[in-house]
C-alpha cells in the first residue's frame, strides 16, 4: 500500500519510535487494523478535513501489509470515505495520540524532523 506522511506524522514518528518510518508507520497501522478486528473502532478521520488536497508529503513509500491487513484497511478505508495513504496518516495520528495519552515519553535526543 502507497503511503504519504505530512512532516508532522513523520517528526511524531521519529520523536516516539525512533528514525525507521516505514517500520513506525506498520506499527500504527497494525496497531489499527487489530482494534478493527477487534471490533473497537479506533476515531475516525476528521471530516474538516474532507475535500481538501493533501498537504504536501514530506515523505511517501510503499508499505507492505499482509493480505488480510490490507484487506481489512481497504474495507475501512471505503467506509471512512477516504484513501489508504490517509487511513494509514491517520492510524499513525492516533497511535501517536494513543501513546502520549498513556504518558509514553519521546525518545530522549529524539530531534523532530525540520
Request: glycine share 8%.
Amino acid at each position: 500500500m502507497k503511503v504519504a506522511l505530512g512532516k508532522f506524522a513523520c517528526s511524531g514518528i521519529e520523536a516516539h519510535l525512533g528514525d525507521d518510518i516505514p517500520a513506525g508507520v506498520r506499527t500504527a497501522v497494525f496497531h489499527y487494523a487489530r482494534k478493527l478486528k477487534a471490533g473497537r473502532r479506533p476515531p475516525a478521520p476528521p471530516r474538516f478535513l474532507d475535500g481538501q488536497e493533501p498537504p504536501e508529503p514530506a515523505l511517501a513509500f510503499d508499505l507492505a501489509v499482509d493480505p488480510e491487513t490490507e484487506a481489512m484497511l481497504e474495507q475501512e478505508a471505503l467506509r471512512q470515505r477516504t484513501t489508504m495513504s490517509q487511513l494509514a496518516t491517520h492510524s499513525v495520528l492516533v497511535y501517536l495520540a494513543e501513546l502520549e495519552f498513556l504518558g509514553v515519553a519521546p525518545r530522549a535526543g529524539a530531534a523532530p524532523r525540520s
